[in-house]
C-alpha cells in the first residue's frame, strides 16, 4: 500500500502535517476526512530513487552519522520488543520530528506493505543507507534474528563515529593553533612591520639585517599577497581535481602511506574499519566474498583498498584469509594474525572484532601522542616568529637610543 504525505487543518484551525497509507489519494483524503480533518495537500511520497531525480542532487540528506545511528537503535528496540517491522515502522514516522525522516521511513514502510523485503526497501536510498548497512540487514532477516542484527548494527556506528571523534579532537587544537599562528604573523608581517619602517624612512641609516629582510617580506607580502592566496586556492582546486581520478589518487593514498608518523595512523584507522565491518557482516552470516567486497568498500584509503580487493580475489581461488592478509602488507600484521587464529579456532568474527578493538586501541593512543607532541610545537614556533619580528621592530630603536646618545 503506497504512503501519502499531507498537509491539512484539525477542527480547530491548527495545521497538521504527516503521512498516511492509502489505496490512491483519493482514499488518503476520505481517511483525512473520516479523521475530522481537511485535506489541503495529498502527495504520493516518493521512492529512494525518484525522490533524489526529483529534488536534485544538492538535498539534505535525512540522516546523518548521528541520527542514523539512533535511529536504528530504536529500530532495534521495536522489533526486539515483540513488534512487526511495519509496525515499528509506522512508530518511528510518527514520532518524527524532520519531514524527511519522515517520508523516508513512511516509504519504507510503503515497500515492505507492498512486499518487498526490508534490505530491498533500504537499497533504493543509496544516499541513506550504505552497502554494509543493506547487507547486514539482509543478513539479519534471513537469519531471522534482525532486531539483534540491528543492535550489533547499531553498536558498530556507535564505535565508527566514537573513533572518528577522538580523532578529529585530537586534531582540533593543533589546527586551531596553526590558523592562529598564521594570522597572527601574517597581521605583523602586513601592518605593524611596515609601520615601524616608516618612522626610520627619513633617516639615511642603514637598518639592521633581520629588520631589512622582514622589511622585504613585509612588501613582497603587501604587493603580491593576493596573487599569492590566489594562487595557492588554484592549486588547492588543481590538486582536488586531479585526486578525483582513481589512478591519481591511489598513487597519493599510497605515498600517504609512506609518512613516518601519519601514514601508520592511517593504516591502523582503515585497517580497524575494515575489521570491525568483516567481523560484524560475517557474524550477522553474510558469506565471506560477499562480506570481504562490503567491508573492502569501507576502507577510505584507495591503495589499501585496493589490497582488499586483491585479498577476495585470493580468497575467492582458495586461499585462507589470513594468509590473503599477510601477503598486503600496508594491512597491519595484527589483523592477519587474529584472522589466522579465527580461521583455525572457527571464532573468525569473534576474532576480528578483537582484532579491530586492539587497532582502535591504538589509533587512539597514537592520536593522543601525536597531538601531545603537536601543541607544545606550535606554540613554540608561533612564539619563535613572534619574538623575531618583535626584535626586527626593537633593533633599530635600540640603536636609534644609541645614536641619540
Given at each position: 500500500m503506497p504512503a501519502y504525505s499531507f498537509d491539512a487543518i484539525d477542527a480547530l484551525g491548527q495545521p497538521r502535517k504527516g503521512t498516511i497509507d492509502a489505496d490512491s489519494a483519493r482514499a488518503a483524503r476520505t481517511q483525512l476526512r473520516a479523521q475530522g480533518l481537511v485535506p489541503l495537500a495529498?502527495?504520493?511520497?516518493?521512492?529512494?530513487?525518484?525522490?533524489?531525480?526529483?529534488?536534485?542532487?544538492?538535498?539534505?540528506?535525512?540522516?546523518?552519522?548521528?541520527?542514523?545511528?539512533?535511529?536504528?537503535?530504536?529500530?532495534?528496540?521495536?522489533?526486539?520488543?515483540?513488534?512487526?517491522?511495519?509496525?515499528?515502522?509506522a512508530m518511528l514516522a510518527e514520532e518524527a520530528e524532520d519531514v524527511?525522516?519522515?517520508?523516508?521511513?513512511?516509504?519504507?514502510?510503503?515497500?515492505?506493505?507492498?512486499?518487498?523485503?526490508?534490505?530491498?526497501?533500504?537499497?533504493?536510498?543509496?544516499?541513506?543507507?550504505?552497502?554494509?548497512?543493506?547487507?547486514?540487514?539482509?543478513?539479519?532477516?534471513?537469519s531471522g534474528e534482525l532486531g539483534n542484527v540491528l543492535e550489533r548494527l547499531a553498536d558498530e556506528l556507535e564505535n565508527q563515529?566514537?573513533?572518528?571523534?577522538?580523532?578529529?579532537?585530537?586534531?582540533?587544537?593543533?589546527?586551531?593553533?596553526?590558523?592562529?599562528?598564521?594570522?597572527?604573523?601574517?597581521?605583523?608581517?602586513?601592518?605593524?612591520?611596515?609601520?615601524v619602517a616608516?618612522?626610520?624612512?627619513?633617516?639615511?641609516?642603514?637598518?639592521?639585517?633581520?629588520?631589512?629582510?622582514?622589511?622585504?617580506?613585509?612588501?613582497?607580502?603587501?604587493?603580491?599577497?593576493?596573487?599569492?592566496?590566489?594562487?595557492?586556492?588554484?592549486?588547492?582546486?588543481?590538486?582536488?581535481?586531479?585526486?578525483?581520478?582513481?589512478?591519481?589518487?591511489?598513487?597519493?593514498?599510497?605515498?600517504?602511506?609512506?609518512?613516518?608518523?601519519?601514514?601508520?595512523?592511517?593504516?591502523?584507522?582503515?585497517?580497524?574499519?575494515?575489521?570491525?565491518?568483516?567481523?560484524m557482516l560475517s557474524a550477522a552470516g553474510v558469506p565471506i566474498l560477499k562480506g570481504l567486497q562490503a567491508a573492502a568498500e569501507t576502507v577510505g584509503n584507495r591503495s589499501m583498498r585496493r589490497d582488499a580487493m586483491d585479498a577476495l580475489v585470493l580468497v575467492r581461488e582458495?586461499?585462507?584469509?589470513?594468509?590473503?592478509?599477510?601477503?598486503?602488507?600496508?594491512?597491519?600484521?595484527?589483523?592477519?594474525?587474529?584472522?589466522r587464529l579465527g580461521e583455525q579456532t572457527g571464532e573468525l568474527p569473534l576474532m576480528l572484532e578483537r582484532a579491530a578493538k586492539q587497532l582502535q586501541n591504538e589509533v587512539q593512543r597514537r592520536a593522543v601522542r601525536l597531538a601531545t607532541m603537536l601543541e607544545p610545537l606550535l606554540i613554540v614556533a608561533m612564539g619563535v616568529a613572534v619574538l623575531i619580528i618583535v626584535l626586527a621592530v626593537l633593533m633599530p630603536i635600540i640603536e636609534m637610543n644609541t645614536w641619540v646618545q
Open positions: 495529498v502527495d504520493p511520497v516518493q521512492g529512494g530513487k525518484d525522490a533524489a531525480a526529483g529534488s536534485g542532487s544538492f538535498q539534505r540528506r535525512a540522516f546523518n552519522a548521528t541520527t542514523l545511528t539512533i535511529w536504528t537503535r530504536q529500530l532495534a528496540g521495536l522489533v526486539t520488543s515483540g513488534l512487526t517491522l511495519e509496525r515499528a515502522l524527511r525522516q519522515q517520508h523516508l521511513v513512511a516509504s519504507l514502510r510503503a515497500e515492505i506493505n507492498g512486499g518487498s523485503t526490508f534490505a530491498r526497501a533500504l537499497s533504493a536510498w543509496p544516499r541513506e543507507f550504505s552497502e554494509v548497512y543493506v547487507a547486514v540487514v539482509g543478513a539479519g532477516e534471513q563515529q566514537a573513533l572518528r571523534a577522538q580523532i578529529v579532537g585530537a586534531a582540533l587544537y593543533p589546527a586551531i593553533v596553526t590558523v592562529v599562528g598564521i594570522a597572527i604573523v601574517g597581521f605583523l608581517l602586513s601592518y605593524v612591520v611596515p609601520q616608516s618612522v626610520f624612512a627619513g633617516d639615511n641609516r642603514s637598518l639592521p639585517l633581520l629588520t631589512e629582510v622582514l622589511l622585504a617580506i613585509s612588501d613582497a607580502l603587501r604587493a603580491h599577497g593576493l596573487w599569492l592566496l590566489l594562487t595557492v586556492a588554484f592549486a588547492c582546486v588543481l590538486v582536488r581535481w586531479a585526486l578525483r581520478r582513481p589512478a591519481q589518487r591511489e598513487k597519493f593514498d599510497a605515498l600517504w602511506l609512506r609518512l613516518p608518523v601519519i601514514g601508520k595512523l592511517t593504516a591502523q584507522f582503515n585497517a580497524a574499519r575494515f575489521a570491525s565491518t568483516l567481523a582458495g586461499a585462507p584469509l589470513g594468509a590473503a592478509l599477510a601477503q598486503k602488507k600496508r594491512f597491519p600484521a595484527l589483523l592477519a594474525m587474529f584472522a
